[in-house]
């Protein structure tokens, strides 16, 4: 319409239309101006709105820590001013834009009065008709209405863009661990063997603090090797390089001989059943949280792998049993009971290779003991590494590596670190078994 008013336009009066085409030209810089202005202030508002819709999330899902520690005012006060801060992006944001829009109004309607007042002159003066001007006016007035609904998209694509800068920051962003364009087949059937060679890493957050410092060891098929050593020592760090969640900035880690670096990550973790320390639950049936670990899983499996992690226990004295929804993150659980889905996961998931991080820690001796004879089943030719505090249940590990400050210390086996009476292992039984 804009286009087809303004041919029109030039078609009836040159002068005419020439000054309207002026008038446009004029406000474009403003235009210009104010679309970026919106631009920049509506990411800031999606920013703003973001940050307090996390705050509330992260307030709400930990509303028994926010309630213990009597933090519900402190936190409301911080919410609201994120709010707030939130609602004046949102409002600087609203009147950029209606600047935007009020120029546009402005110069639209002042160039039709303009143009009538000259083109009321033109008339008297016996230049055009009466009959011209009326058509300019009219084509003049389609021109505006179209201007006017064009400004009002590009405010609104303006908006729209400030927002989509976040999502096109996140959908841009590079993963650091990607698969190499040719990826090394791991060796099959699986040799089952870890291997960490001088390794030494930094978290990407933290890359001044050493979190392993030049570790080295191997564990070869059907051994189980324990890892143990204060808190913070880097246990689980070893644990998040294996399957490659993290690239160690100096030495190689193996799986199965292959460097993981060379090889396809998803081969690497197809090998790798793992308990971590926290283990994660979803917000679904106890079922499909088991079967999360193998989806084609046949019954018998799945049976199998809830009678060895114990989930059989607690399952019949859940409403729903089996279909019992858990609740988000499993807040319907206890944590020995999420647990053992975590532990029934990894028994079906039928890898070579286990890393148990704390995996019974939270459970009663006595159920402890059930599952730590189920876990010692599934080790048979399997090969595992273990982490535990208590030392009871590491005892019977071929070797035990104690790391501490993320270096290896000392490595043997429980009989032999004993007998280092000034070692830290000795130091660490010694607190733990009163017959020392
Ligand atoms: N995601 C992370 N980003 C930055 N630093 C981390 C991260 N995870 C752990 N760390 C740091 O790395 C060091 C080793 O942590 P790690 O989790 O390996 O300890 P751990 O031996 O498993 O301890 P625990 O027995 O308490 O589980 C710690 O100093 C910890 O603060
Ligand atoms: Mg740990």
Redesign the pocket.
């Known amino acids: 319409m804009f286009a087809g008013a303004l041919i029109m336009m030039f078609v009836t009066s040159l002068k005419l239309s020439g000054l309207v085409v002026l008038a446009i030209i004029l406000v474009v810089p403003t235009l210009v101006f104010f679309g970026r202005k919106v631009r920049s202030l509506s990411r800031l508002a999606q920013d703003t709105l973001a940050g307090s819709a996390a705050l509330a999330q992260e307030a709400l899902g930990a509303v028994k820590d926010v309630q213990a520690n009597n933090q519900q005012s402190r936190i409301a006060k911080s919410f609201a001013i994120a709010t707030q801060t939130a609602f004046q992006a949102a409002c600087e944001r609203t009147r950029a834009r209606a600047v935007l829009t009020a120029v546009i109004i402005f110069v639209a309607t002042g160039s039709v009065v303009v143009v009538l007042w000259l083109g009321a002159k033109d008339v008297m003066a016996g230049n055009i008709s009466g009959g011209a001007l009326g058509q300019f006016v009219l084509y003049s007035a389609f021109a505006a209405g179209a201007l006017g609904s064009l400004s009002e998209v590009w405010g609104e694509v303006q908006l729209a863009a400030g927002a989509a800068e976040r999502l096109a920051e996140l959908q841009e962003t590079k993963p650091d661990i990607v698969a190499p364009a040719s990826p090394k087949a791991l060796p099959q059937p699986s040799p089952g063997s870890v291997e960490l060679e001088n390794v030494s890493f930094s978290?990407p957050?933290?890359p001044d603090d050493q979190?392993l410092n030049n570790v080295s060891f191997k564990v070869s098929k059907g051994e189980t090797v324990a890892i143990v050593?204060p808190?913070?020592?880097?246990?689980?760090?070893i644990f998040g390089l294996i399957p490659r969640f993290y690239d160690p900035q100096d030495g190689k880690v193996l799986v199965d001989g292959v460097d993981v670096k060379l090889a396809d990550p998803d081969a690497v973790r197809e090998r790798i059943a793992a308990v971590p320390?926290d283990p994660v639950v979803f917000s679904t049936s106890v079922l499909e949280n088991i079967r999360f670990g193998r989806p084609d899983a046949s019954e018998d499996e799945v049976d199998a792998a809830i009678r060895a992690a114990r989930v059989d226990e607690f399952i019949s004295t859940l409403p729903a049993g089996i279909n019992e929804q858990v609740g988000e993150r499993g807040v319907k659980l206890s944590g020995g009971q999420r647990q053992r889905i975590a532990i029934a996961r990894a028994i079906l998931r039928n890898a070579p290779i286990l890393l148990l991080d704390e995996a019974t820690s939270a459970l009663d001796a006595e159920s402890e003991q059930y599952v730590q004879v189920a876990l010692e089943n599934l080790m048979t030719d399997r090969t595992t590494l273990v982490?535990a505090?208590r030392l009871a249940t590491v005892r019977n590990a071929d070797r035990i590596i104690v790391i501490d400050a993320g270096q290896i210390v000392a490595e043997g086996s429980h009989q032999s670190l004993i007998k280092e009476t000034d070692g830290l292992y000795a130091r660490l039984a010694k607190l733990q078994f009163s017959d020392g």
């Open positions: 978290y957050s933290r979190a050593g808190s913070g020592a880097g246990k689980s760090t320390q982490i505090h």
